[in-house]
């Protein structure tokens, strides 16, 4: 990864942990890789080039885990996942961290990725990711293969997905964004 693309997926980082009072890595991961393909989406270009492959828990990039390991200025205190298991908490620095590397567009499409899943678990999060054929064309702990993914678009995000996020830039734009409690109530409002 290049010096630039390395500070960028910092500032990506960055500028969730300045959103939340703390995040977990596993969630990090997933907003991450889910800013990446609504990015994709609607610009035709990656966020971050960070390589995701097919983990056991959705997607998982080694680049996003080793980039919060060197995070400075970041809290970090053990904590329980939701599921029980031993993790970290990942918490909101008292001041704002920089994100020069991000542009005004970059910032909008962290907003919409945020508004889009901000009702939603964890695991929901990662059950998304498991919808894409990009993740179906992968094999277990093999790369994504983004290059093929933005040639194609037929293998970009499901419809629903498609109709969830503009339903999450429609509400951003009316200054009203729209929640859900489940991946099923959002797949049922993109359906109607």
């Known amino acids: 990864m290049k010096s ?4 960028r997926l910092g500032d990506v980082i960055r500028s969730l942990l300045n959103r939340h009072t703390h995040l977990h890595e596993k969630r990090i991961q997933k907003l991450v890789f889910l800013a990446d393909l609504h990015s994709i989406q609607t610009r035709g270009k990656r966020l971050v080039e960070a390589d995701f492959k097919r983990y056991y828990h959705g997607v998982y990039s080694e680049m996003v885990s080793l980039k919060l390991q060197g995070l400075e200025g ?6 329980i996942a939701p599921d029980g298991s031993a993790t970290l908490a990942f918490l909101k620095p008292k001041k704002a961290l920089p994100t020069p590397h991000l542009l005004k567009e970059d910032l909008l499409i962290l907003e919409e990725t945020l ?8 695991e929901e999060l990662a059950e998304i990711g498991k919808t894409t054929l990009l993740w179906e064309s992968a094999e277990f702990g093999q790369p994504l293969d983004y290059d093929s993914y933005l040639r194609d678009p037929s293998t970009r995000l499901s419809p629903e997905m498609r109709k969830a996020f503009d339903a999450a830039i429609e509400e951003r734009k009316r200054a ?3 929640s859900f409690g489940s991946v099923d109530e959002m797949y049922a409002e993109s359906r109607s």
């Open 74 to 79: 970041v809290d970090v205190r053990p904590d």
């Open 176 to 178: 009203r964004p729209k």
């Open 115 to 122: 508004r889009a899943c901000k009702s939603l678990s964890t």
């Open 4 to 7: 630039e693309d390395e500070e």
